[in-house]
C-alpha cells in the first residue's frame, strides 16, 4: 500500500499520517520531519536546509530527492509507504516516479486534504509540538494534560518557528505555485481523493480510512 498525503501546512498531515501508519502499518516518510532531525542534529544537510525552511521557503529538489532516496531504500518500506509533505514540486514527483519504478512500489493514492484558509490560520498559529518525540498538540483543540509538557515523554513543547502567520502566507504561496501543479499531475493519472479536512480529525479520518479500505 503506497500512499501520497498532500494537503497546505496545517491540514492536518501529520496526524492523519499517523493514523495510517498505526491502522495499515506503512513507513511513515514525513521530509519536514527527516529535515527538522537534520537541523537538530546540526548535520551538513541540516545546515543546507535550515535558512530555508526557518523562512517557509522549500529546501531545493536535489538535496531533497537524494534524502528520499536513501530513505526508501531501508526495510520498514517493504509494507508501503506513506510520503508526507513530498513531493512539493514537479521535479520532485518526476524524480519520484523513477525512484519508484526502480523499486516497484508506485503510487495507489494521493489523499488531498482540503482547508479553508482561517482553519489554517487557527491551526498553526496553536499548534506545539514536542521537541523530544514530535508529539503534535494545539492548544485549543487537543491540549497537553500539563500546558508546556508533552503527555507522552514529559518534554517541553514548543511551537515551530514557522508556525507563525506571516510564515504561514510563505508557505501558502508555495503550495500554490509549487505544489498544487504536483496535484494536477496526479489527478491526470487518476489518483487523487479528496477529503474536506476543515471538519474535526475523528471525521476526516473515519473517511479517509474507508477510502483506503475500498481500495486495498
Ligand atoms: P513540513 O513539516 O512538511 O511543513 O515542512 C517544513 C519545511 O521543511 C517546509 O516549509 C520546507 O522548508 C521544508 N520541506 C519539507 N518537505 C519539503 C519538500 N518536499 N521539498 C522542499 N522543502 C521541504
Redesign the pocket.
Known amino acids: 500500500m503506497n500512499i501520497l498525503i498532500m494537503g497546505p501546512?496545517g491540514s492536518g498531515?501529520?496526524t492523519m499520517s499517523k493514523k495510517l501508519h498505526d491502522e495499515f502499518g506503512v513507513a511513515h516518510i514525513?521530509?519536514?520531519?527527516m529535515?527538522?532531525e537534520n537541523v537538530k542534529n546540526n548535520t551538513p544537510l541540516g545546515h543546507q536546509?535550515k535558512d530555508?525552511?526557518e523562512t517557509?521557503?522549500?529546501?531545493?529538489?536535489e538535496l531533497?530527492n537524494e534524502m528520499v532516496k536513501e530513505r526508501l531504500l531501508r526495510a520498514d518500506v517493504e509494507k508501503g509507504y506513506l510520503m508526507?509533505?513530498?513531493?512539493?514540486?514537479l521535479v520532485?514527483a518526476k524524480a519520484f516516479e523513477d525512484i519508484t519504478k526502480e523499486i516497484n512500489k508506485p503510487v495507489d493514492i494521493v489523499v488531498n486534504l482540503k482547508v479553508d484558509v482561517d482553519t489554517l490560520a487557527a491551526r498553526i498559529t496553536g499548534r506545539r509540538v514536542c521537541k523530544n518525540c514530535g508529539a503534535i498538540y494545539h492548544i485549543k483543540n487537543s491540549p497537553s494534560k500539563v500546558e508546556g509538557i508533552c503527555d507522552v515523554c514529559g518534554n517541553a513543547t514548543v511551537q515551530r518557528p514557522?508556525d507563525t502567520l506571516e510564515q504561514l502566507q510563505v508557505?501558502l504561496k508555495?503550495h500554490t505555485t509549487n505544489t498544487e501543479p504536483v496535484l494536477d499531475y496526479y489527478r491526470e493519472k487518476g489518483l487523487v481523493q479528496d477529503f474536506e479536512a476543515s471538519r474535526p480529525a475523528d471525521e476526516v479520518w473515519l473517511e479517509i480510512k474507508q477510502a483506503i479500505e475500498a481500495i486495498f
Not at 30 to 33: E, N
Not at 84 to 89: E, S
Open positions: 501546512a498531515k501529520g514525513s521530509t519536514g520531519d529535515l527538522r536546509a530555508f525552511m517557509g521557503r522549500l529546501v531545493p529538489d531533497i508526507d509533505g513530498f513531493p512539493r514540486t520532485q514557522d508557505r508555495e
